[in-house]
């Protein structure tokens, strides 16, 4: 599930919100005459799996997303990576098929199947041509609920992450990355790679990985949406036919809950690499998915620096200076507060100037606010462009699943729209106020330092 | 070997054509395959200037996608000023008479849209993604900057900056495509495919306002470039409108043709760059036929039997049982206007040489000459295109892009030809292009040294 889908996000909060503001909009909560139809149709089967179905009967192709409480905030402690190779596992065999044999399965059919951990979930993807759905749920329904977790193949996974994690060390944009969560998030699971460390993946045994398993792929704690061309009764016997032995789970499902605070005073890091640009971000904490705040934070945030070219950011620091090809700034909503941050590459000796640029266009929203004209602008591109946020299976799948993990409701193509023009300019400068801290942020800049001077 | 005359090749592959047209349909009532070809749903008019349109309704999504392209890329280049079409697109968005710098995206936002522009070796093309109530603007603004720039000297200079930041993140910095990047310039000696797209940075450093009002005079021509509306849309309506907004815009002289031709190979070539990097990477290169060669077909399958999906041979041998390789694969370049490469990556496991990678590579490459593929593993290949042709009509974007890189290449009708092609591909095709193509004589291999870091 993307954590990074700046505009997506109501909540039981924002419609707690709406309550509060008047008659006027309780009248909007009311039933419209031709109500739009929900995203999806949703069922809980008797094993409290959740199953949404949209059809999408245009081409005979079939998309499935499974998202399940599973993701790195679930991680024992010193056990970082394991949600991750639990994940990647689910593919790499079962109790009767090899690995080789998913994936030649797989391939035969002309499928794709694929499974990968992120910080507030995990998921399996599949998608496929409809003629071959039988078998794409068998294969699926198999790396569900038998896999495997093989010695072999945990230590050739093993392997492969800890080659990946040395790769990554070539690119100035991730080492940055990694340093900038650590410093905001600490050993918090926001905080740390998802892949884990040399150290934390010595320390995970096939044990650990199996009770993860155990205790977190279960029913009810996970969500089935399928999109494409299917009729909604037929699919649900399908997959209750498969899943129906699927047993719910015993585990409290206990996980890491808000990052510490972070410290008053900035945090800059300095990292000596020979390379010809700067990598650069700037940010701090920022705000969890169901903080009430979310539209207008997103609001403020397109016309900082989410917006590409509609953006401040980009305005003064690509298309005034030519300083950069890409600057931008996200908010990264989680069950608990993601990060804030902006990023940036630009020629080392640009790097000091930059940062400068980016503390003032921080500090200027903050003072003043935005125009009317912008405000009216980033409203008109966030409503207008909900459209092509669903316009193929797989971005519509994408979509069901997180409103449905984020108890958004299945409703939001409907609320979206209203909820961004509710947005106000007071409330704008009051969430840059509050969310955006050009006081106390971390700073890391991965460059030739010798060329490179910071601002004071 | 493939550099022949053009001219001369393309009637043949017409003939060829109009009877693999025959063959297909054929083919598709033997089957009764649902639909599948697009293209007999393609409207093609080709208005007085010479600008050639295609409309093809696609009502599953209320959203509309407007692509122009040019034929002109880094193919149309020349030593010296190299990055020009390049540089010409970003300067597609600063500015003509009636829309000011940078107000291109602006206006595209507000009205809740998308845009983008990509350069290639071949093309240069141009998109706007709208909800379907409102793309018509997107026309007008295509419309206005075929002819309309102002390629102001302030922007030009900026927007040069921006350039040579692109460039300092996408290939100074990254070693893997400063890789590929030198390996091109090896592998094609003589034809201009040996130049980056983005340009060499000493050629960006001098490149000129004249340079690019030249390039943009010859290449920016209705006559140069084509229009492609995909979407929910209704093209008796449409069509009209596309004649008023773009009808008047004057023909210009043809552009000249490239004339140049890469000689056959005569013995491998090999290279290494040093760079400041974790791990070794392998590329190899070999000179193959475009698609406008009946052979298009056998390699497009043989790189399915190499590299599609994890079951593939060289995933599963490098990757999975051999673990020499963090990722590995192949891919064949056939949608390119003259004949390009047929090129194997592969990125070296810690403890593991690039000349142990680069035999088992090439102990695949063998396989495919002295064994024939059985039969299951051809069906897979050729069961996984046709999934793809499907699926890859998810999304409107990836349809026009399809249409326009066939029309680029060979005429968008071509596309037409592409199963049927792949359905007669017979084991015995694939020996005979492996033994034609992927011969030590015709290889380039590119090998990445990483060098000591000074810095940590």
Redesign the interface.
């Known amino acids: 599930m993307s954590v990074n889908d700046g505009q997506m996000i109501a909540s039981r909060a924002a419609r707690r919100m709406r309550w509060v503001g008047g008659w006027l909009l309780v009248l909007l909560l009311l039933p419209p005459l031709a109500a739009a139809a929900p995203l999806a149709e949703r069922q809980v089967l008797e094993n409290g799996l959740t199953l949404l179905v949209a059809s ?1 009967r ?4 079939v998309t499935i997303n499974v998202t399940v409480q599973a993701g790195s905030l679930w991680e024992p402690e010193g056990q970082a990576g394991l949600a991750n190779l639990a994940a990647l596992l689910l593919t790499r065999g079962t109790m009767t098929r090899t ?2 044999q998913i ?2 399965e ?7 199947l694929s499974s990968s951990a992120g910080r507030d979930s995990s998921e399996v993807d599949l ?3 409809k003629k ?1 759905l039988p078998k794409g749920l068998e294969l699926l329904a198999d790396v569900l609920l038998h896999p495997a977790f093989d010695e072999a193949e945990i230590g ?1 996974k093993v ?2 992450i ?3 994690l ?2 990554r ?4 944009g991730e080492v940055a990355s990694e340093a900038f969560n650590e410093l905001v998030f600490g050993s918090h699971p926001y905080g740390r790679p998802l892949e884990g460390t040399d150290a934390s993946l010595s320390a995970i045994t096939r044990d650990a990985i199996m009770r993860f398993y155990r205790d977190h792929y279960t029913p009810e704690r996970s969500i089935i949406t399928v999109v494409g061309d299917v009729e909604p009764k037929e699919i649900a016997q399908q997959l209750r036919a498969l899943l129906k032995s699927w047993p719910k789970g015993k585990s409290t499902g206990e996980r890491a809950g808000d990052p510490k605070p972070m410290q008053e005073k900035p945090v800059v890091k300095k990292i ?6 700067a990598n650069i971000f700037l940010g701090h904490q920022g705000i969890r998915r169901d903080n009430p705040d979310f539209y207008a934070v997103t609001v403020m945030n397109y016309i900082l620096g989410g ?4 953006s401040r950011l980009v ?1 003064r620091i ?9 600057i931008h700034s996200y908010f990264y909503p989680g069950l608990e507060r993601g990060a804030f941050q902006v990023g940036l ?3 080392n000796e640009t790097a000091g100037a930059a940062v400068g640029e980016v503390l003032r266009e921080l500090r200027q929203i903050r003072d003043q606010g935005v125009t009317d004209q912008e405000l ?2 980033a409203k ?2 966030l ?6 946020r ?5 971005k519509l799948a994408g979509l069901i699943s997180t409103v449905e993990y984020y108890k958004i409701g299945l409703d939001y193509a409907d609320r979206y729209p209203k909820l961004i023009e509710a947005v106000t300019k007071e409330e704008v400068l009051r969430v840059a106020r509050a969310y955006l801290w050009p006081d106390r942020y971390v700073l890391v800049v991965v460059a ?1 330092q010798a060329k490179v001077a910071l601002p004071e | 070997m493939v550099a022949g005359a053009m001219r001369h090749r393309m009637q043949d592959v017409m003939r060829r054509t109009i009877a693999a047209a025959w063959v297909m349909l054929f083919l598709v009532l033997a089957q009764g395959i649902a639909d599948a070809q697009v293209t007999t749903r393609v409207k093609e008019s080709i208005l007085d200037n010479g600008l050639k349109v295609l409309l093809l309704e696609e009502h599953k999504a209320p959203v509309v996608t407007v692509n122009v392209w040019y034929r002109v890329g880094a193919r149309n280049e020349q030593p010296g000023t190299t990055g020009l079409s390049h540089f010409l697109e970003h300067m597609m968005f600063k500015g003509t008479s009636k829309v000011g710098p940078g107000q291109f995206s602006k206006i595209v936002q507000k009205n809740g849209g998308r845009d983008n522009a990509f350069t290639s070796d071949d093309f240069t093309g141009y998109f706007e993604t709208f909800a379907s109530d409102r793309f018509e603007l997107a026309l007008e603004l295509e419309a206005d900057r075929i002819r309309g720039l102002l390629l102001d000297p302030k922007e030009v200079e900026s927007e040069k900056k921006v350039i040579m930041e692109e460039r300092r993140t996408r290939t100074e910095d990254d070693p893997v495509s400063a890789l590929r990047e030198v390996m091109e310039a090896v592998a094609f000696q003589v034809h201009p495919y040996r130049q980056p797209v983005i340009g060499w940075m000493s050629d960006l450093e001098g490149l000129r306002r004249e340079d690019l009002v030249r390039h943009y005079n010859t290449y920016y021509l209705p006559n140069n470039a084509m229009l492609i509306v995909v979407g929910d849309f209704k093209s008796d309506e449409l069509l009209p409108k596309i004649q008023r907004v773009f009808g008047a815009i004057p023909r210009g002289p043809e552009p000249p043709k490239v004339r140049a031709e890469e000689p056959e190979q005569h013995g491998e070539r090999r290279l290494v760059l040093k760079k400041v990097a974790e791990l070794p990477f392998v590329f190899m290169g070999y000179h193959v036929p475009d698609l406008k060669h009946p052979d298009n077909f056998a390699l497009e399958v043989l790189a399915y039997i190499l590299s599609g999906g994890k079951s593939a041979r060289v995933y599963k041998s490098l990757v999975y049982e051999k673990q020499l390789a963090l990722f590995a694969g192949g891919g064949y370049d056939r949608e390119s206007i003259d004949p390009n490469l047929f090129s194997f990556y592969a990125s070296v496991m810690p403890g593991k040489t690039a000349e142990e990678v680069e035999r088992a590579m090439t102990a695949e490459i063998e396989r495919l000459k002295s064994d024939l593929i059985p039969n299951r593993e051809l069906e897979k290949a050729k069961n996984q295109i046709e999934a793809g042709f499907l699926l890859g009509q998810d999304s409107v974007f990836n349809l026009a892009r399809q249409l326009a890189e066939y029309e680029i290449v060979a005429g968008w009708r071509t596309w037409e030809a592409y199963l049927p092609g792949i359905r007669a591909v017979k084991a015995e095709d694939l020996q005979r292009v492996a033994k034609t193509y992927l011969t030590p004589d015709n290889q380039t291999v590119a090998v990445l040294i990483p060098t000591k870091k000074e810095k940590r």
């Open positions: 999408r245009a081409l005979p192709i690995a080789a994936d030649e797989v391939d035969f059919i002309g499928a794709s998608t496929l041509l071959d050739r392997r492969e800890r080659a990946a040395r790769k060390q070539e690119d100035p000596d690499r020979s390379v010809t640009q917006g590409g070219f509609s305005e690509r298309e005034e200076k030519g300083w950069a090809y890409d590459q630009t020629k009216a602008d008109a591109y409503t207008g462009s909900f459209p092509l669903l316009d193929t299976n797989r030739d």
